[in-house]
T-cell receptor
């Protein structure tokens, strides 16, 4: 049962460009909407997260946009850098603390 | 603040052998998770603990996998006997349970290769 759908599966962006990754979910009991970044050989690490009472959150070059009615949220990376090359996961969390991961987006930033 | 500690980092075993992984979560984190991450895929939840009680183990292959969290702190995940398809990275994570809308912290994982 796929509760979280993430797209695209892979993404290639020129340095300085904008990277956009999308996530759609089904479970309305989620109350925390994070994006995790994972480098090879490492565990996922929180990049940025949003709670459902706001529609957008920006931290430096990273922005989450949240659409509660559409049950979607997205990650925007402005001025993408080669160091941003990694795999990104949306992983919404519910009030029961259950975390469901998307399948991941492999992002490659061309130098 | 110390992170989530996992050991070993790497393990190679033959099929039908047994293996155990250990996790020490962040102090004070009541919720502990074990995930299986197959190469190129997203992490899949195996089991979730709240203190020393199991909250969700619906995707744990109970005929070969077992996990425990003694005294609500450290946790071990065991596979017996291992199959080739168990080759994956096993991630442990922990989080506060209250409030629920807080991040989970992940360890570096244990990379298991079954040959």
């Amino acid at each position: 049962q796929q509760q979280v759908k993430q797209s695209p599966q892979s993404l290639i962006v020129q340095k300085g460009g904008i990277s956009i990754i999308n996530c759609a979910y089904e479970n309305t009991a989620f109350d925390y909407f994070p994006w995790y970044q994972q480098f090879p050989g490492k565990g996922p690490a929180l990049l940025i997260a949003i709670r459902p009472d706001v529609s957008e959150k920006k931290e430096g070059r990273f922005t989450i946009s949240f659409n509660k009615s559409a049950k979607q949220f997205s990650l925007h990376i402005m001025d993408s850098q080669p160091g941003d090359s990694a795999t990104y996961f949306c992983a919404p969390k519910g009030r029961d603390d259950k975390i469901i991961f998307g399948k991941g987006t492999r992002l490659h930033i061309l130098p | 603040e110390a992170g989530v500690a996992q050991s070993p980092r790497y393990k190679i075993i033959e099929k039908r052998q047994s293996v155990a992984f250990w996790c020490n979560p962040i102090s004070g984190h009541a919720t502990l998770y074990w995930y299986q991450q197959i190469l190129g895929q997203g992490p899949k939840l195996l089991i979730q603990f709240q203190n020393n009680g199991v909250v969700d183990d619906s995707q744990l292959p109970k005929d070969r996998f077992s996990a425990e969290r003694l005294k609500g702190v450290d946790s071990t995940l065991k596979i017996q006997p291992a199959k080739l398809e168990d080759s994956a990275v096993y991630l442990c994570a922990s989080s506060l349970s209250r409030p629920s809308n807080t991040e989970a912290f992940f360890g570096q994982g244990t990379r298991l290769t079954v040959v």
